[in-house]
């Protein structure tokens, strides 16, 4: 039998966008580094049952793990800064919760009794929060609960934790609050009142935060340290001070010099003398600090205004990048902006072109120009999934004639439909968590790009799609001289296009940045920055591009 998990659960008050994420990966890392199994579960308080049907605008990229899960953007980091995977368990929504009980109720399981929040809705959340604890493959599971204490959707998280830790014990359950401390320019002082609200918020839900971490401008100080302490109830090394980082991979060192790691083990009664190994960590932040070239990347795509619409496509370069030592900048470019005329403007000291994933027509025009451009002016050119899309409407229009070529998600009455609707999609009516979900096998051809970039014949992607390569024009394209270099061994689709007449240029159905992580940066985005680094080593500065 092995030893029951310890639960860590981290909160949010004052305000969003705080970071629990980094926070809850960065604590997670370090307990990982000294040796301790960690795993991180994100709960949402909204009533989506999964983030999968949500705009990008609104809580940026919907991240896919390998058993298809559509899930929290956090999960995405989790997975980056922990390289090991998470799966539908690790996301849970109040959405999810109530289906659960609802179907229960429907069921008759509930044998006559008024069904309510509590106890049933905070049992399933009990029930769900310890479900990984209980798998005994994990020694710790830090839990983050989504939006902020005092928000009406939170009661119920609060209330569960408030059980669990009765229910635990303080040896086995702890809670970490991160807050805000905001500094009053007009004082010049830094301001402690907004945390102390938030823990008496707390306090009056029944749970007292055990450690608190507390984002800041300006260095605390002991004496605030102190005070926040005082105040706040906690022990003054539990107050730990989180600084704005450079980069959110400076946050695990950040919170090891802090001791955060330390005082969380001590709390939990674990051991806590021997030092947390991070050396390959540093070795990658060394890499990211001390770059020796630096390429510009442009991201096409049509949520651009909210970076965290493109989060691991983002994180992926950054890998990357390290990984060959080179700076990437990234020029966000709005796919509605691009036309014929202004395109050569707009990628003039470019370096290698990515367009993104996506759905629907708006912006695809701008899209197909992109890639136009990068083929016929040789720049390398990463697509993804409707960036792989949009490439084959590309060679089909511009290279084979096919005049009016599109996808049948765009113009269903295209006389050329190059991509369409998977059979199995034909009838699906639901759109929530009804795409083809999750990691696929995936054959490469010999002597191809892509398995060159792979350096092995058999490769597993994620993905996140309805629509596909129509394989009736395959064997056009092929002649043509854009070949399908990878396709599904089992249902022969179409998952990776490339044209070997190029310097680089590669169309992937699947989501390659979802794979990408710290400790195993993705070989087709290092691939793609060493073809970028080679563009423009290639290409006299100053050159006219057609
Ligand atoms: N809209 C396209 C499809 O559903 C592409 C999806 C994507 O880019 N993730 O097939």
Not at 23 to 42: E, W
Not at 327 to 333: A, H, L, N, S
Not at 414 to 443: D, F, S, W
Request: glycine fraction near 8%.
């Amino acid at each position: 039998m092995p030893s029951p998990a310890k639960y860590i659960f981290v909160t949010g008050g004052v305000a969003s966008s705080l970071g629990k994420g980094i926070i809850s990966a960065s604590l997670a890392k370090l307990l990982q580094a000294r040796g301790y199994s960690v795993t991180i579960q994100k709960f949402d308080p909204y009533i989506n049952v999964d983030p999968g049907t949500l705009n990008p605008y609104e809580h940026g990229e919907c991240y896919v793990t390998e058993d298809g899960a559509e899930t929290d953007l956090d999960l995405g980091h989790y997975e980056r800064f922990l390289n090991i995977p998470t799966s539908q368990a690790n996301n849970v929504t109040t959405g999810r919760i109530y289906k659960q009980v609802i179907e229960k109720e429907r069921r008759g399981d509930y044998l006559g009794k008024t069904v309510q929040i509590i106890p049933h809705i905070t049992d399933e959340i009990k029930r769900r929060m310890k479900l990984l604890g209980e798998s005994g493959r994990y020694e710790f599971i830090i839990t983050e609960i989504g939006g902020t204490v005092g928000d009406i959707e939170s009661l119920p998280y609060i209330e569960a934790i408030r059980q669990l830790k009765l229910e635990l014990g303080s040896q086995d359950c702890l809670v970490i609050h991160l807050t805000l401390i905001p500094f009053l320019n007009a004082a010049g002082e830094l301001k402690t009142k907004p945390t102390q609200h938030s823990v008496k918020m707390f306090l009056e839900q029944g749970v007292q935060p055990d450690v608190l971490v507390c984002r800041t401008e300006h260095s605390l100080g002991k004496d605030l340290k102190r005070k926040v302490g005082l105040f706040c109830n906690v022990s003054e090394e539990a107050v730990i001070e989180s600084m704005d980082a450079r980069s959110i991979y400076d946050v695990p060192l950040l919170m090891e010099e802090e001791g955060l790691d330390v005082v969380v083990l001590k709390k939990l009664g674990m051991p806590h003398h021997n030092t947390p190994d991070l050396n390959s960590w540093k070795q990658f932040l060394h890499r990211l600090r001390h770059p020796k070239s630096t390429v510009t990347i442009g991201i096409v795509g049509k949520y651009i205004e909210l970076k965290d619409a493109y989060k691991s496509i983002a994180e992926s370069f950054i890998h990357a990048g390290a990984a060959n030592e080179c700076k990437v900048e990234i020029r966000w470019i709005h796919s509605e902006d691009i036309t014929s005329d202004n395109i050569s403007g707009i990628f003039e000291g470019l370096h290698g072109v990515l367009v993104a994933p996506g759905f629907g027509e708006r912006g695809i025009e701008g899209k197909i120009e992109a890639i136009r451009f990068a083929r016929l002016n040789k720049i390398p050119f990463l697509g993804i999934c409707l960036g792989m899309q949009c490439a084959v409407i590309e060679f089909a229009r511009n290279v084979l004639g096919f005049n009016n070529a599109h996808s049948t998600e765009m113009f269903s009455d295209t006389p050329y439909p190059v991509i369409h609707l998977q059979e199995g999609q034909k009838n699906v009516t639901h759109k929530g968590g009804t795409m083809r979900l999750g990691a696929y096998p995936c054959e490469l051809k010999p002597e191809s790009l892509a398995l060159r970039v792979y350096g092995r014949p058999s490769i597993s992607e994620r993905h996140r799609h309805r629509y596909e390569f129509n394989n009736a024009y395959l064997e056009d394209f092929e002649k043509a001289g854009m070949i399908a270099s990878g396709v599904n061994p089992e249902n022969r689709l179409v998952e990776i296009v490339e044209i070997p007449g190029h310097p680089w240029f590669i169309g992937v159905q699947f989501h390659p940045e979802y794979k990408s992580t710290v400790d195993n940066p993705h070989p087709l985005f290092s691939a793609f920055i060493q073809a970028s680094v080679k563009h423009q080593n290639s290409v006299p500065t100053g050159a006219q591009l057609a």
